[in-house]
């Protein structure tokens, strides 16, 4: 896939890691933030390369998504396609088997569970499930002004790249 944006190679190879240390990206090798400060360019085109370093990496994984989505839905298709196969060799073969030197089909019985969707009666039946601590609402109380055990609320930055 074509790049969006052009940057400098000195640029595209490092990849950080933390604040102060990066990871060349052809050698593997860790390097610290003097690396980052001795590239023989100005601090703005330093970070304008990173910036466009990151869209061009979201830019190859949105298309990469796209990719997979539209397997997926190939996939999907190709197996709606077989189990419909499957369900008309079923019913022509009528309980026999048959066999050639290609294939051979062999019919099983079993037996599953159709439930109507009434739990009157069920107690017997019903799994328990644990406790999922819900961290949406513990925020909406938070940020209320509400206490909540064991629970602080965290401001974190974050920046947007376009």
Partial sequence: MRKLYEIEADLEKLIEVDAERFVDGETGEIVNREVWDS???????????????YKNAMAMAEAIKKEVDEQTARMKRYQKKAEGYKSFLNVVLEGRKFETSRCAIRQTKSKSVEWDGNMDGLDAYLVPQA??????????????GKEVPHCTLVEKTSISIK
């Fill in 39 to 53: 590239l023989q360019l100005e601090w703005s085109q330093k970070v304008e390369g990173v910036a466009l370093g």
């Fill in 131 to 144: 406790p999922k601590f819900d961290k949406a609402s513990a925020r909406k109380d938070l940020m209320a």
